[in-house]
């Protein structure tokens, strides 16, 4: 296949152009960045933004995960930024499908489970309603933008929080490595996650198995509480988990990102579960021992 990424020097994004490429695929890239793209993939194609649907011509699938960074203060113009990236990016992507001599077979578009809202009770599937808050209406304005018609085959991956080495993990493991670990906030709110490797593996089902379509949360089949999230962390990175840390911590490392954690939402992978994906890290103690201690797992 010839497979066009764009958002492929991010956290999730260059593992996938990596699997791609270990599999013998072509990989076409679209980025701000062309210089550093054609360093970090000397063997890929990288094509700067004002290349699109050049880039987009004769490619199998495209995948989508280009946005803005949502870690950080939330000011109007970023907030904008926010927006426009996802909504604008996405909208610029399906005219250029529309326009290409050859298109796409398949169009698979990133969202979020920040579609949903948030809740300490609710639990959220792929029919459940969208929320109302900032980051809910950025999500269903992503999701509209992809429509590429065109009889393009359309999947959107919901994806929760990945854990990964990058992320936000990484910026909650320094009170961990002080020692000065423990429950986040309340520790009541839900974490919603999927390893790095699991949502990699889902991007490649949906490019290569056409049964895929439509709304899936990309998300392991169990989330677990902020308290048991940070008590498992605790004993893999063998330290203390007893000590709480206070909400304005993570504001001051993620910013007005930190909502996202500190309120969190119950999302199952309703849909991805009854296409019969193979979890490899269904369960979160497997999954942060990969991370942290990759030669024991």
């Given at each position: 296949m010839a497979v066009l990424v764009l958002g492929g020097t991010g956290f999730i994004g260059s593992q996938l152009v990596t699997q791609l490429q270990q599999r013998g695929e072509q990989v076409r890239l679209v980025t701000r960045?062309?210089?550093r793209a054609q360093q970090l993939f000397p063997?890929?194609?990288v094509f700067p933004l004002a290349a699109l649907a050049e880039a987009v011509d004769g490619?199998?699938?495209v995948v989508n995960l280009a946005g803005e960074p949502i870690i950080g203060r939330w000011t109007v113009a970023r907030k904008q930024a926010i927006q426009e990236s996802r909504r604008g990016g996405t909208q610029r992507l399906v005219q250029a499908i529309a326009q290409a001599q050859v298109r796409p077979q398949v169009l698979v578009n990133a969202s979020a489970i920040g579609y949903y809202g948030a809740s300490e009770t609710a639990v959220f599937r792929e029919d459940s309603p969208p929320g109302q808050d900032f980051l809910a209406q950025v999500c269903q304005e992503w999701e509209q933008a992809a429509q590429p018609g065109q009889g393009v085959r359309l999947v959107i991956f919901r994806i929760g929080i990945?854990?990964?080495m990058g992320g936000a993990l990484e910026r909650i493991l320094p009170p961990f490595r002080a020692?000065?670990?423990?429950p986040i906030g309340s520790g009541q709110q839900w974490f919603s996650w999927i390893h790095q490797t699991d949502m990699v593996n889902l991007l490649l089902a949906a490019l290569d198995d056409p049964a895929w379509t439509g709304v899936y949360n990309a998300t392991a089949p169990q989330p677990v509480r902020m308290a048991q999230l940070c008590q498992t962390l605790g004993q893999v990175l063998q330290r203390p988990s007893w000590l709480p840390v206070p909400g304005m911590v993570l504001e001051l490392l993620l910013g007005d990102a930190a909502q996202v954690i500190l309120t969190?939402?119950?999302?199952?992978?309703?849909r991805v579960q009854a296409m019969g994906f193979c979890y490899q890290y269904p369960t979160l103690t497997p999954a942060l021992e990969n991370l942290f201690h990759p030669g024991l797992s």
């Open positions: 960045n062309p210089q063997q890929a194609q490619c199998t699938g990945v854990l990964g020692f000065l670990g423990g969190g939402q119950q999302v199952l992978p309703q």
